[in-house]
């Protein structure tokens, strides 16, 4: 059953049980699930204990990761999460690194913003094309976030609900106990990023040449590194033109 049928049926099965739930314990029981991450109520469960996100010891070279590889198993868990389209998890020697594209199967998960600060157009679905703009049918199957048609994104980490952020790095820990940190980005570009990375993995080729690359990205998206690196696409392309 998808996530969507599973928000569905728990929609159904709430709405029948009104008749013997009154209305406050019905509000309660959604803004302690996993389906709302805005409500911020004291005692929520999703916020229980000390936070497991983000930046925890402050050293120095955090990021300066000795190997990187992608991870399937945490990547599909991820992925399941309600609220979350999608998620590519990178594990290193040190830290987690996630980035998702969210959906409408929870609420709150950005912090704030209606509509008109929503980063995908996503009106071309209905008229048969994929960039309303241009009526292309074409998008490059090499970003998995794109400003057309896409599953959503949001520019600063930041904007990320804490709970759901809380929420992943809760799963991730437990499947992955010796990470020091997890981060955790909805950013466009960093997206592209990952999935290019997994998409060497799902062809069984090392990952050992993109170190540095990888290293200077989670520097720029997590540790306010001013170097952002082409994507991978384009250093190939650049190293092909060089031989």
Not at 84 to 112: C, E, F, P, Q, R
Not at 117 to 146: F, L, M
Not at 223 to 236: H, K, S
Request: glycine share 10%; hydrophobic share 35%; with cysteine.
């Amino acid at each position: 059953m998808t996530k969507h049928a599973r928000f569905l049926t728990l929609v159904t099965a709430i709405t029948l049980s009104l008749f013997v739930i009154n209305g406050c314990n019905y509000q309660r029981y959604v803004q302690n699930s996993t389906y709302d991450y805005g409500s911020k109520n004291k005692g929520d469960p999703k916020m229980l204990g000390s936070r497991m996100y983000g930046t925890m010891s402050g050293l120095p070279g955090q990021h300066d990761n000795a190997w990187f590889e992608y991870s399937s198993l945490l990547s599909n868990d991820v992925s399941n999460i309600n609220g979350v389209a999608g998620a590519i998890v990178m594990l290193t020697d040190k830290n987690a690194y996630i980035g998702i594209t969210t959906d409408w199967t929870a609420t709150g998960t950005h912090k704030s913003g209606g509509r008109g600060t929503r980063e995908q157009d996503n009106t071309g679905s209905t008229e048969g094309v994929y960039n309303n703009d241009t009526g292309s049918p074409y998008w490059n199957n090499q970003r998995i976030a794109t400003p057309y048609n896409s599953y959503f994104t949001v520019n600063d980490h930041n904007q990320l609900s804490g709970e759901l952020k809380q929420t992943i790095a809760v799963h991730v820990r437990k499947l992955a106990p010796a990470v020091q940190e997890v981060h955790i980005s909805a950013n466009k570009e960093f997206n592209n990023h990952l999935i290019q990375y997994a998409q060497e993995a799902w062809a069984g080729r090392s990952l050992t040449p993109w170190l540095a690359s990888f290293n200077t990205l989670v520097k720029h998206q997590f540790a306010g590194g001013n170097e952002v690196p082409a994507p991978l696409d384009v250093q190939q392309g650049r190293a092909a033109t060089r031989k």
